[in-house]
């Protein structure tokens, strides 16, 4: 996937919140400008409500389909499991 595919599902994300983006010629690049690759795809899909850090369970709900997950020692050992999987999916490399 593309950078700009990236940043621009990001956009269409962003877009669901409450405050929305104005249409504007400057919003790509204003976006590309504020967010590196990874993080528009890490933060794509986050939810929007609070969520409880710990993990009781073994599965995740995580854009709409459920993740078998076993449960991280630690939420730093998670969240970089989740961004190397959204970074593999996404086509992107690592820095």
């Known amino acids: 996937m593309s950078e700009q595919e990236v940043y621009r599902r ?3 994300w962003l877009n669901q919140t409450w405050w929305g983006l104005p249409e504007a010629d400057e919003l790509m690049p204003l976006i590309m400008a504020r967010y590196t690759p990874e993080e528009a795809v890490l933060l794509t899909g986050m939810p929007f409500s609070g969520k409880n850090l ?3 369970t073994k599965s995740l ?3 709409r389909r ?5 449960p ?6 998670y969240m970089k499991r989740f961004v190397a999987d959204r970074q593999a999916k996404s086509g ?3 820095r």
């Open 61 to 63: 709900l995580l854009e």
């Open 72 to 77: 991280p020692k630690d939420v730093r050992d």
């Open 10 to 12: 990001f956009i269409n």
């Open 66 to 70: 459920e993740v078998r997950v076993d």
């Open 92 to 94: 992107l490399k690592k």
């Open 54 to 56: 710990k993990c009781p």
